[in-house]
């Protein structure tokens, strides 16, 4: 994305600051397999690739959304995870699948998985929208340890000194992930209010959150008080 304004329209609008092209999405069928179906070196647009466009260097059709892509730059490996709890790990420099496994979710439950961190080198944190919070061993894809939470988890960011926070339909949850214990809740955005998104600023010491009540609020790192909202 270069930095400048785009605006896309619709047939018959009016040219863009992006040269006037008309943008078409498509979407592609589900694969009836869980397994990644990859169509390295093709277009996901029928239309000839603009000079301007990024190119699809892979892409793979594992068959369910994913909200999970984990980085583990030491390994060069992604772990993602679909909302049903299928996981994949990806080789980050061949971009092809090493390993497939399955976090036990039963996926006719309607339990699904929304949010999560990775811990450390070796674990990753879960969480789901029953409120179970769980940490998992990256090499053996096993339960270590697992917490239920008041309400449904949403969305997850990594602080400093091990601290997460968890966002979910009514609260802000501090979660020590190195002890994996619960430090501390309140209720962020008002009564009922999904709190859909949060990221952690180090350079500010800051975590920005987003809910359903049309607000950003930025939170001191060590405080319940919001800087500015």
Not at 28 to 50: F, I
Not at 72 to 87: A, D, S
Request: include cysteine; charge should be positive; charged fraction near 25%.
């Amino acid at each position: 994305f270069s930095g400048e304004e785009l605006e896309i329209q619709g047939k018959g609008g009016k040219g863009s600051k992006g040269g006037g092209k008309n943008l078409t999405v498509t979407s592609t069928k589900k694969s009836r397999s869980n397994s990644p179906r990859e169509t390295r070196g093709r277009s996901s647009t029928s239309s000839k690739q603009s000079i301007n466009e990024p190119t699809v260097l892979n892409s793979f059709n594992i068959g369910d959304r994913t909200y999970m892509m984990i980085p583990f730059p030491l390994r060069k490996e992604i772990v993602t995870i679909t909302e049903k709890g299928q996981c994949f790990v990806w080789d980050s420099e061949n971009l092809k699948v090493i390993s497939e496994h399955r976090l036990g979710y039963d996926a006719n439950s309607g339990r699904m998985i929304k949010a999560g961190v990775r811990c450390g080198e070796c674990s990753i944190l879960v969480c789901d929208t029953e409120g179970f919070v769980q940490m998992w061993d990256r090499d053996t894809m096993s339960i270590s340890h697992s917490m239920q939470l008041p309400g449904v988890i949403l969305c997850a960011c990594n602080a400093n000194d091990g601290v997460v926070w968890l966002g979910s339909v009514e609260y802000i949850f501090r979660f020590n992930g190195d002890g994996f214990r619960l430090l501390d809740k309140w209720e962020a955005h008002g009564s009922r209010k999904n709190v859909n998104q949060c990221i952690f600023l180090e350079k500010y010491k800051q975590v920005w959150t987003a809910s359903d009540d049309g607000y950003i609020k930025v939170w001191s790192e060590k405080e319940r008080l919001p800087v500015a909202q």
